[in-house]
């Protein structure tokens, strides 16, 4: 079992920065990914960004330039920076942690992120 807790969400205005945190607890030794999805509102939820144990990244097209994840294995959590917030940015962000053996995904409760124009 693994326990996801997501904070640094909030309203921001265009052009602002907000950086969002996500701790694991539990089977944390586990994780081999952990990463931010994003649901707007009438909309699927979709991929912001992912982080491997070893540190790849990987980004939506959407967010390349303007966020960043990073990933502290001592504290088990990760992090996206997201700065140049757009309107378009506006939804609930899920932290997400994929375990090995046997492959499993748990999420976080989400954070909202409204970017006001």
């Known amino acids: 079992q693994v326990q996801l807790v997501e904070s640094g969400g909030g309203l921001v205005q265009a052009g602002g920065s907000l950086r969002l945190s996500c701790a694991a607890s539990?089977?944390?030794?586990?994780?081999?990914?952990m990463g931010w999805y994003r649901q707007a509102p009438g909309k699927q939820r979709e991929l912001v960004s992912v982080?491997?144990?070893?540190?790849?990244?990987n980004y939506a097209d959407s967010v390349k330039g303007r966020f960043t994840i990073s990933r502290d294995n001592a504290k088990n959590t990760v992090y996206l920076q997201m700065n140049g917030l757009k309107p378009e940015d506006t939804a609930v962000y899920y932290c997400?942690?994929?375990?090995?053996?046997?492959?499993?995904?748990?999420w976080g409760q989400g954070t909202q992120v409204t970017v006001s124009s």
């Open positions: 997400k942690a994929v375990v090995v053996g046997p492959p499993y995904a748990y």
């Open positions: 539990g089977s944390s030794d586990a994780i081999a990914a």
């Open positions: 982080i491997t144990r070893g540190g790849s990244t």
